[in-house]
């Protein structure tokens, strides 16, 4: 995900000189790290500068653009060149990593560490299981998060008017949708065009209901599971075959194509996570889900650029999205295994991440997504954080992930997503055509039968969707950053 770079420009240099402990002396190595470009890279590299000062170990950051990451990091470790001495990968992607052979086990390495540095257990719960963990070892740390959430105007919302008008239109309060076929009542009812209102204001170009994701990128699939998953569907069944052809699923792909999409602007078939924030920010849009918490900085720019408008979060309607991070693990054929380590703790440990989090970044660690004073001083780039943390709970309560994730084969058949999930959402082919060759695909990378390797998730475990207390959460004050630190009494 992009985030504006000046953000961290300027805070973290002097900032991190005080993380840095002292650190004897090591012979001259040099760390090669594959990553993401944009925000993220910006950050690592004002890290990277600070660790090589302190340590005398030079980290190369070697950026590439997310849609060739993959790819990039696979064909190297296929072929064991040692290339890369640090892996980034996908949450969707670590079972394959780590199955592979492509990451190094780290719990010995861990065990070793400084437990101030590598605080482990401060990692969000969630997203520990799902970025770290596999089949009961560690194989990375999480750097950030990309949980989705949900995104929406809430001066619209609280305006008498339209709240009026919609329990009028379909018999109900409009509020933070509960589940999906809410939301789609509220992109229906937001639809506007010249001449009529919104908010007691005419409008003179199109409004829409909602913004969607349904170029063929890979969030198209983010958004799609998010709905399956909120409904109990699943992309793969507990037995190991192929769900995305199944009845439940097929009604999450309907719902998207033909309750979302039309209620969308015009581009939404060629649209990814960029033109969404652009939307909000230009008052095209009225609402957004599921869509990247970790983009809330931008998001909230809207309040500068749109008179009287207020930007608010919640989870994503029935809460169960996608819940994960981009982890960072040693690669299995680096030459330099413990200093590769020694600079991914640091970079994922507390003092940087507590850098990284003022500078706009969205952290992994609880200890900085619950400080109550730190969110309050910064609310334009942790404002979303109740929410994160509302979302990341309740998942490590309900215990549910998805069994995708588990699977060995999960960054290709994440790859094969994008494929068939924008041709359903683009009607090249019937819902049920697309999802019978997503299903085909499946068990093609799998060989057959997919094994689901979540045996450390409990004896017979399955993945079952728990109700979440929405109005405990409204209470809280998370879905509005300014009422929720009015209430800490901040």
């Not at 990814?272 to 970790?294: C, E, H, K, P, R």
């Not at 094969?416 to 999930?421: A, D, F, K, L, Q």
């Not at 450390?456 to 079952?464: F, I, M, N, Q, R």
């Amino acid at each position: 995900m992009k985030l504006n770079r000046l953000l961290v420009a300027g805070v973290l240099v002097l900032a991190l000189l005080a993380t840095l402990g002292g650190v004897s002396a090591q012979e001259q190595v040099t760390i090669n790290w594959v990553t993401i470009s944009g925000f993220y890279t910006d950050w690592a590299e004002q890290v990277a500068t600070q660790f090589e000062a302190e340590t005398g170990i030079d980290i190369n950051i070697l950026d590439v653009d997310i849609g060739q990451l993959y790819e990039t990091q696979v064909l190297e470790s296929v072929a064991d060149t040692g290339a890369y001495d640090l892996l980034t990968y996908d949450a969707g992607q670590k079972a394959e990593f780590a199955e592979s052979g492509y990451l190094l086990q780290l719990d010995e390495y861990i065990a070793a560490a400084d437990p101030a540095v590598i605080a482990f257990e401060d990692i969000a719960p969630a997203l520990r299981e799902v970025t770290s963990m596999w089949r009961g070892g560690v194989y990375g740390l999480p750097y950030y998060t990309f949980t989705m959430g949900y995104f929406y105007r809430c001066d619209l919302f609280e305006n008498a008017d339209e709240m009026a008008a919609f329990e009028a239109a379909y018999g109900y309060p409009l509020g933070i949708p509960r589940d999906y076929n809410q939301m789609a009542d509220i992109a229906e009812f937001f639809r506007r065009t010249p001449g009529q209102t919104l908010g007691g204001q005419e409008v003179t170009s199109d409004f829409y209901g909602i913004g969607v994701m349904a170029g063929r990128f890979d969030q198209v699939q983010d958004e799609i599971n998010s709905i399956a998953w909120s409904q109990g569907a699943q992309v793969i069944n507990d037995d190991g075959t192929p769900g995305v052809d199944d009845p439940e699923f097929l009604a999450a792909v309907d719902l998207y194509v033909n309750q979302l999409l039309p209620f969308a602007p015009p581009g939404a078939l060629s649209s990814s996570f960029d033109q969404i924030v652009a939307q909000m920010q230009q008052g095209l849009i009225a609402q957004t889900a599921a869509f990247f918490l970790d983009q809330y900085a931008n998001m909230a720019r809207t309040e500068t650029m749109i008179e009287g408008a207020r930007i608010c979060t919640a989870p994503a309607p029935g809460v169960h999205s996608w819940v994960g991070a981009f982890g960072v693990g040693v690669s299995s054929d680096s030459r330099h295994p413990q200093e590769a380590f020694d600079f991914l703790a640091w970079l994922a440990g507390p003092e940087a991440q507590r850098q990284f989090a003022i500078g706009g970044g969205t952290t992994c660690r609880e200890s900085i997504l619950t400080d109550t004073e730190l969110i309050s001083q910064n609310p334009t780039t942790m404002g979303h954080y109740p929410t994160l943390v509302a979302v990341l709970n309740h998942t490590a309560e309900a215990n549910f992930y998805p069994n995708y994730l588990f699977v060995p084969q999960g960054g290709k058949i994440y790859d094969e997503m994008t494929t068939w999930y924008s041709t359903a959402a683009a009607g090249e082919m019937s819902i049920e055509e697309a999802m019978a060759n997503m299903a085909t695909a499946i068990e093609r990378q799998c060989g057959g039968v997919c094994e689901i390797a979540n045996e450390a998730l409990g004896e017979d475990y399955t993945p079952v969707p728990m109700a979440f207390d929405y109005d405990a959460f409204i209470a809280s004050g998370a879905f509005d950053i300014d009422v929720w630190i009015g209430l800490q009494g901040g």
